[in-house]
Every structure is written in C-alpha cells, then in structure tokens.
C-alpha cells in the first residue's frame, strides 16, 4: 500500500508553547487528509478534514483557533496545536486519500504537554 | 449518532489458538465496515472490509461477516500467530469519503 509518514512520532512539550506534527504521502498524491485523536482506552476521534488549498472542516467540539490544519501542498498537511495544555495530550494520527480505494494512515504522534 | 464498540484487551493467547475480536455497531445508515491493523511503531493498516450485509471480508487467514441482524463484524482467526501481535481497530464508514468511526482498539499479544 501507499506510505504515509508522520513526524515526530512523539514529542514532550511545555505548557503554553505551540508544537507542530507533520503527516506526509510519500508516494501519492493525497487530495484529503484527515486528522485524529486518541485518548488513553478511548476510540479515535475524527477532529478534521483538510482538502488541499482549502480550509479545514472541524468536527463538533473541535477548536480551529487551537488546532490549526494547514493543507498546503498534495503531500503535506500540518496541525499545529497552540498554546498546549496537559489535556492536549495524546495520540494525533493522519490519514491521507488519493485516487485509490481506501485512506492510508500514519504512524501516529505521541504528545505529551508538562 | 454513529458510533463502535469493541472489546476491551489486551487479549492474549498461545499460538495456534483461535482468535475472535468482538465488534459492534450503531448506525443510522448502511455503513461500510473494516478492520485496521497497527504493528508496533507503524501506522494503521487496513486489514479487512466488507461494504455490505452478508459479505465476509478476509485477508492473512482473518476474517469478519457484516451482520446487519446484530450489528456485527467480529473478527475471527483460526490460528494465530506471534507476528499477528499487534493492536486492532473495528471502524465504520458511512460514505465514500474515507471519513472513519473508530472503536477504541483491542490490543491482541500472542505467546510462542
């Protein structure tokens, strides 16, 4: 299948900075990304969808002011979390869809704000 | 709304022993239904799908049924193996546009 690669794969950041994951295809044209969270023993949350060259659409309860989505080019979208608080932390995973069949997904990024 | 729930692990079992993953769904639709893989330090595989009721989708020995009649779509294999350590996520889909519900993911270990 298609990679997709998502960096870094963990980082520890303090309270009040701002931290940003990148999610990649290497090997495909991705025309929609989706961005998701994980808390401990809970499901993966879909928190948003991003089409190359436009804005975000933000899933109910998900603040676009914190968690900004830049979609800029077919292989690369960001989400960057501002002003990170310990309730931040998580598992972030992104997915990407091109022209086949399925979405492939990333490694994942562990961040834990202290 | 919509939304999946699977067992919760870890499960662990022996090689050779049968494997079966419980997932169940609410929907107000017709979903598409799937089975996602994570091996350690890798990203979610796709393991399995099946697109409508009835239909049994299978790949490296798994297998799961779509059964609308108990909003199903337990994941099953007869004998596993250590390499199929990992953590298994049941998800549904309600379009093409690759938007997924997750469940909250089993971890599975298997012992030589």
């Known amino acids: 299948g298609a990679v997709v690669s998502q960096h870094p794969s963990r980082v520890i950041c303090k309270s009040g900075t701002s931290v940003k994951i990148e999610c990649r295809s290497l090997d495909f044209q991705a025309t929609t990304m989706f961005w998701y969270r994980q808390f401990p023993k809970q499901s993966l949350m879909l928190m948003a969808t991003?089409?190359?060259?436009?804005?975000?659409?933000?899933e109910q309860g998900v603040e676009k002011d914190k968690f900004l989505i830049n979609h800029a080019s077919l292989t690369l979208s960001t989400l960057t979390v501002t002003s990170a608080h310990p309730e931040d932390s998580s598992f972030y995973i992104c997915?990407?869809?091109?022209?086949?069949?399925?979405?492939?997904f990333g490694q994942g990024t562990r961040l834990t704000v202290v | 709304g919509d939304s999946v729930t699977q067992m919760e692990g870890p499960v662990t079992l022996s090689e050779e022993a049968f494997l079966t993953i419980n997932c169940t769904y609410t929907a107000t639709g017709y979903p598409s239904l799937f089975w996602y893989v994570q091996y350690p330090g890798e990203g979610l595989q796709l393991l399995l799908k099946a697109t409508k009721a009835d239909d049994k989708g299978s790949n490296k020995g798994f297998e799961a049924t779509y059964r609308k009649e108990t909003t199903s779509f337990h994941l099953e294999k007869g004998s596993v193996q250590v390499s199929d350590s990992a953590v298994y996520f049941c998800?549904?889909?309600?379009?093409?546009?690759?938007?997924?519900?997750f469940g909250s993911g089993t971890r599975l270990l298997v012992r030589p």
């Open positions: 997915s990407a869809a091109g022209d086949a069949s399925e979405a492939f």
């Open positions: 998800a549904l889909g309600m379009d093409s546009s690759y938007k997924l519900i």
């Open positions: 991003s089409n190359e060259g436009s804005k975000a659409t933000y």
